[in-house]
């Protein structure tokens, strides 16, 4: 569908964009969308750098009805990004150009990228590192939704950082204004952030619909991808995966969940409520303790708080002390046969899986950062066969994709 825009094509309309290319000179491409090239560029005459998202809307590449949507989406994007521009995490819009065929949306560069290709990077995130994130994240939700703007494409592709690792919201192709009450029904998303409700509401014209709870749910899974590596539904099989989110199953079982705090679990599982009236709003998410716990804070000597403090320390002790004699030693056989048991070596595997499979991890509607988690040894497979019986192979079992 998308077409590059080179220096050198011949565009139908030059006049129209000549606005855009006399300010500007648009370089690589740094990102691509459905419909759009994302190029790094220079500002003539300041030399600054930008990225600049240039959209194609030639009746060649698509229907007429096609083309009147992505011309009237983006002038909606440029509307909505018009009026939250200058939030701290969200996206700041420079400029914009309109051409019969071609949109011109000029931003700040982000030049770490998607949040993403960072994650795939480091595999997990600490706590700390996601606390710092969602708590950006929620703000600009919570901003938004004040704002009465729905985003419904909330995904960790279109949070970008820029080179002190801050994140900014970015692609509001998906958002729109949502009064107090209103509600919408139109399917639209990434089928791995899709709420429940939306789901839901496709599936049944009764339904009264869906509002900005949604976002709230996404939130929920990007958090559980971040500090667990993979999605919290996922299966190759896409109805299933449909079914597991409107049944909110999922589970913190990997192993990366055994070193993490009960907090970010409690915070996690009120955002994945499956009824959206039960689901935390932005501004309620923020006031989490998991985002308070360690905030800045004011101490008084107090005898109480001291005694706390030695009675801690000397129980801390004697869990290290008792653990370190509990503990397996590391030895051939358990590499051998366990070696994603041990934290360090489980880590390592993860990585280097990464390293060489990143080409596979597919961003949009393939994503599957879980596919990397799902090789199983064939034992255990055998095991899984056995165990579901009549329900037929799972996901487990299909042959790994190329
Ligand atoms: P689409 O709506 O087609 O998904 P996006 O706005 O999400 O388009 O942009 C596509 C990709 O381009 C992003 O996922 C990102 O990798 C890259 N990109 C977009 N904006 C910027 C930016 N300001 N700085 C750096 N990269 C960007
Ligand atoms: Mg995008």
Redesign the pocket.
């Known amino acids: 569908m998308t077409r590059d825009v080179g220096l050198d094509d011949e565009l139908p309309d030059w006049a129209g964009a000549k606005e855009f290319y006399q300010k500007y000179d648009p370089k690589d491409v740094?990102?691509?969308?459905?419909?759009?090239v994302?190029r790094?560029c220079i500002h003539k005459q300041t030399g600054q750098e930008?990225?600049v998202?240039i959209?194609e809307v030639t009746p060649e590449r698509m229907t007429l009805q096609q083309l009147e949507e992505v011309r009237s989406s983006t002038s909606k994007e440029i509307a909505i990004l018009r009026q939250v521009s200058g939030h701290p995490f969200i996206?700041t819009l420079i400029d914009s150009y309109e051409t019969s065929t071609f949109m011109f949306l000029v931003?700040?560069?982000?030049?770490r990228?998607?949040l993403?290709?960072y994650l795939t990077e480091k595999v997990t995130l600490s706590e700390k590192e996601t606390r710092c994130i969602m708590r950006a994240l929620l703000e600009a939700v919570s901003y938004l939704h004040a704002n009465h703007i729905i985003h419904r494409?909330l995904k960790p592709?279109?949070i970008?950082m820029d080179d002190e690792l801050v994140i900014k919201l970015?692609?509001f192709?998906f958002s729109c204004h949502l009064e107090p009450g209103e509600k919408l029904r139109e399917l639209c998303g990434t089928p791995g952030y899709l709420a429940p409700e939306i789901l839901k509401c496709s599936m049944d014209e009764t339904h009264p619909g869906y509002g900005k709870e949604v976002d709230l749910w996404a939130c929920g899974v990007i958090f559980f991808t971040l500090l667990a590596g993979s999605p919290p539904f996922w299966h190759r099989k896409q109805m299933l995966m449909l079914r597991m989110i409107m049944e909110g199953q999922y589970q913190f079982g990997s192993p990366e969940w055994d070193d993490r705090s009960d907090t970010v679990k409690d915070l996690i599982s009120r955002l994945l409520k499956v009824d959206p009236a039960e689901r935390l709003t932005a501004e309620q998410a923020l006031q989490h303790s998991f985002f308070h716990r360690y905030g800045k804070e004011c101490r008084h000597f107090s005898p109480y708080r001291k005694f706390k403090v030695i009675a801690w320390t000397v129980r801390a002790s004697i869990r290290i002390f008792s653990n370190y004699r509990r503990v397996r030693p590391v030895t051939k056989e358990l590499l051998l046969c366990d070696p994603y048991s041990l934290k360090g070596v489980r880590k390592l595997i993860d990585a280097c899986a990464f390293r060489i499979y990143g080409h596979w991890v597919k961003?949009?509607e393939q994503q599957n950062r879980a596919a990397l988690f799902e090789n199983v040894p064939k034992a255990i497979q055998l095991v899984l066969l056995s165990a579901e019986g009549e329900e037929g192979p799972s996901s487990m079992v299909d042959d790994p994709p190329n």
Do not use: P, T
């Open positions: 740094i990102g691509r969308g459905v419909s759009s994302v790094r930008y990225a998202k959209i996206i931003f700040d560069l982000m030049r990228g998607e993403f290709d494409d592709e279109n970008l970015s692609d192709g961003k949009g």
